[in-house]
């Protein structure tokens, strides 16, 4: 069984920087896709990074780039998402997700195993 535990969220200032960390177990962490999707209270979750399985590709929402960089560890089957420059559109719950199709995802519906989600909140 394949699970995803995300980790290093909490409340910051604006301007200031968060690092999420998502942990996988259970699964061949080595050919997944990971992405980062986040969902604000009365929104629709929302895809924010991804990147393929051997890291060489990435993708990032408009609204995060250039702030937020996506990363894996394959030696700690880990991905990150530094977030730095937050700002008050960022507050959400940040979740983690796996994609068997190890190829770059964007969509949440190509992922196939997700974490619970961690909650950033960001004080102006």
């Known amino acids: 069984q394949v699970q995803l535990v995300e980790s290093g969220g909490g409340l910051v200032q604006a301007g200031s920087s968060l690092r999420l960390s998502c942990a996988v177990s259970g699964g061949t962490f080595s050919i997944y896709a990971l992405g980062w999707f986040r969902q604000a209270p009365g929104k629709e979750r929302e895809f924010v990074a991804g990147i393929s399985w051997n890291g060489g590709s990435t993708s990032y929402a408009d609204s995060v780039k250039g702030r937020f960089t996506i990363s894996r560890d394959h030696d700690k089957n880990t991905v990150h998402l530094q977030m730095n420059s937050l700002d008050p559109d960022d507050p959400a719950v940040y979740y983690c997700?796996?994609?068997?199709?190890?190829?770059?995802?964007?969509?949440?519906?190509?992922?196939?195993?997700w974490g619970q989600g961690t909650q950033v909140t960001v004080a102006s």
């Open positions: 997700a796996a994609a068997r199709a190890g190829t770059l995802q964007t969509s949440s519906v190509a992922y196939n195993y």
